[in-house]
């Protein structure tokens, strides 16, 4: 049976050339970075290589590269840290309702702990309107966080917009832009954000690995005590595998954005035409043009998404309905209602995120395999029955 793989959201497959770069350092790359001998020095001097290509991938400076163990810990270290730092200033964050939930359950615990947090709505792509950010803004706030795409739906919020009012009313701004950097170009020169979160197993890196982008002169207070490592600000000996691993991911993502971007929108382009053309009461989630290029999320009337999903697993083919972090709890997803989807509509949610290793001939396979299967599915539902 050929597999399809088209759950690059959840984590994408290592590019071989990362493997290539990765391979040495399973055998030599032993030595401590925080020793001064030869074994130390050549893993320093590979982290701070990779510093660079991390950093170059923004437009950072290497500096301001903090290696993290994930995306997850990124945010946390960024809502945490930074407000810990700057606690002076105010209590208040601002965020919105469709966040990942590495950014929403920190803030509940913060809020816990005496912060008050507001919850912007999204319209019904799921985008934030840069003026609610402003009216909510007050003089106790002192942290704006809000994603730089949303890896469910694939809208692509205004950040740009957005970082303009906070730099103006002086707020701090985070973005979690693990579901976009790699994958879309990202500058921090020219979206001044005063941090943001990465993942390397989203633009064809190792998983176990990820960092955090603060700018210079921006203060915040480590999450994880301990040494010295990452300037004092996330303690721990350095993955050094993982490190050298996203290095090498990010210099091939920045070389191939272009083309990268050009494939993989063409293929989802093919696959949601024709997904449309086949299926009856199909609903396109997020933006129409405003979105990540590899992202079809969709609503499919009358079925669960999890069905399709498992119909789809034993036919070869690997798709979520979801976020990877939220796919065993059964329940619709906090993303999709926030747009305003009906509740039971959007129990048949289902995302093909699609990555560079995927072909012509896997969206040619799952357009002969998703209809038939969709058709079953309705014909065991008595509210298609009633409808029909």
Known sequence: MTK????????????????????????????NPSNLHQFGRATSEAIQAARGQVAHLINAKPNEIIFTSSGTEANNLALKGMLAAHKKKGNHVITTQI??????????????SGYEVTYLPVDKYGMVNPD??????????????IMYANGEIGTIEPIKEIVTITKERGVLFHTDAVAATGNIPIDVKDVPVDALSMSANQFSGPSGIGALYVREGVRVLPSMEGGVQEGGRR????????????????????????SRMDKVQGLRNQLRDGILKNIHHV???????????????????????E?????????GIAISSGSACTSRSLKASHVIMATGVDAALAQGTVLFSLGINNS??????????????????RQMSPLYNQKK
């Open 360 to 377: 012509e001939e896997d969206v040619k396979s799952i357009l002969e395999k998703l209809p038939p299967t969709v058709e079953r599915l």
């Open 307 to 315: 069905s399709v999903l498992l119909f789809l697993d034993m036919q």
């Open 99 to 112: 966040e990942h939930f590495s950014v929403l359950n920190p803030l509940k615990s913060l809020e816990k």
């Open 283 to 305: 609903y396109i989630n997020g933006h129409p043009t405003h979105r990540l290029p590899g992202n079809l999320s969709m609503c499919l009337e009358y079925i669960e998404g």
């Open 4 to 31: 399809i793989y088209m759950d690059n959201i959840s984590g994408t497959p290592i590019h071989p050339k990362v493997i290539e770069a990765m391979t040495p350092f399973l055998k030599d790359g032993f030595g």
């Open 235 to 258: 303690a721990g000996t350095e993955n050094v595998i993982g490190i050298v691993g996203m290095g090498k991911a990010a210099e091939l993502a920045k070389s191939e954005m272009a």
């Open 132 to 145: 609610d950010v402003k009216k909510a803004i007050k003089a106790t706030t002192t942290m704006v966080s």
